[in-house]
DNA sequence: ACTAAAGTCTGTAGCTACTACGGAGTCAAC
DNA sequence: GTTGACTCCGTAGTAGCTACAGACTTTAGT
């Protein structure tokens, strides 16, 4: 399977693929004899994995742990479950600044009486 | 003023100062004799809306065509409600991916049984 | 067999908004 | 005069890609 192949498969990006190879997310795999990569089925399920998890939000540090983690089946699964709460976490908190900045904004765009910019509501809110 | 008194006025970093004068946010100040910048009351002030845009998450482009707005006092600020709608815009469409994101997290974690990495349903949902 | 188009390769540079560094010069206090 | 704090500039690093350029390979059509 070449790249384009393995691209279509997961929905990333052609360049994006190299760029995981290149940080050591994904294995380099096997080069055909003109040097192509050459992919096989569990770097579609790997990459999907990396996929996915970046749509979640998860960083690429994140998603290495958790590779990591995956890759020993046997052992309890309580650190994947760390990270999944730790980046939800994050969400929520991002969530948190967000409202409060909504919050400022529609005060602000309120309060304007659409005049003139030398008494607009905005550019004073902004000023301070 | 000197650049680390400007820096303290306003809570913004004295290397960030530098960089919004070299991207051309901030004028160039006059300097003294030996070369080092010399700031006014008026540069305070334009630092501090600029900060506090940031803080409001606005982007240092939208930043400087609010610079460039509020500059002619006499124009209608219409323009400037539309940069300040369109900013509330994208922060309402992140509230909703990061919500659309929490409740996938959430489902995932309250998901998990706490049993083998090979069972884990967080893992498993990952993988897609 | 030949050609043209499409695919792939590497390496590098760009993006946002900073932050950090090195090495040099300057200023203020003791 | 010397120490310490400040400032200067230019460059490089951060995250997570994306977009080239220029060379090579493969594939489809004639």
Sequence with gaps: MRISDLAKATG???ETVRYYERIGLLPPP???KAG???YRDSDVE???FVVRSRALG????????LLTLASRTELSCKQVDGVARM?????????????ALATELRGMIETC????????AILQSLAG
Excluded at 87 to 99: S, T, Y
């Design 58 to 65: 998860f960083s690429l540090e994140e998603i290495r742990s």
């Design 12 to 14: 990333c990006h052609l």
């Design 113 to 120: 009486h659409h005049d003139t910019r030398a008494t607009c």
């Design 30 to 32: 096997v080069r055909s």
């Design 36 to 38: 192509y990569r050459d």
């Design 46 to 48: 790997r990459l999907r």
């Design 87 to 99: 980046h939800l976490a994050q969400v929520e908190a991002k969530q948190r600044e967000l409202a």
